[in-house]
């Protein structure tokens, strides 16, 4: 969480928000399913990259478009295919 408020874009609209450090929400639906937003999603792609597949040159668009289909940017996932990414 703690690189989440690093990150300016984030930060931004966390502080936009009202949120604190360390009670940060997610947002929900109308069926109260927590989701993050797409500048959230931005950055989880982003810290994943650059914390994890430093060897080659992928795109956090990448990330971000998985997590679109798959999850709809629900955090717990949808059906079958938990997770953000379809990954528990």
Not at 44 to 49: C, F, G, K, N, P
């Amino acid at each position: 969480m703690e690189d989440m408020w690093i990150h300016p874009n984030v930060n931004k609209e966390w502080m936009k928000s009202g949120e604190k450090k360390g009670k940060v929400r997610f947002s929900h639906d109308t069926e109260k399913r927590p989701y993050l937003s797409r500048v959230e999603l931005r950055a989880v792609s982003e810290i994943i990259l650059s914390k994890h597949i430093s060897a080659r040159r992928v795109e956090p668009t990448i990330l971000c478009a998985i997590a679109e289909i798959v999850s709809m940017r629900f955090v717990n996932g949808v059906g079958q295919c938990t997770g953000l990414m379809g990954i528990d």
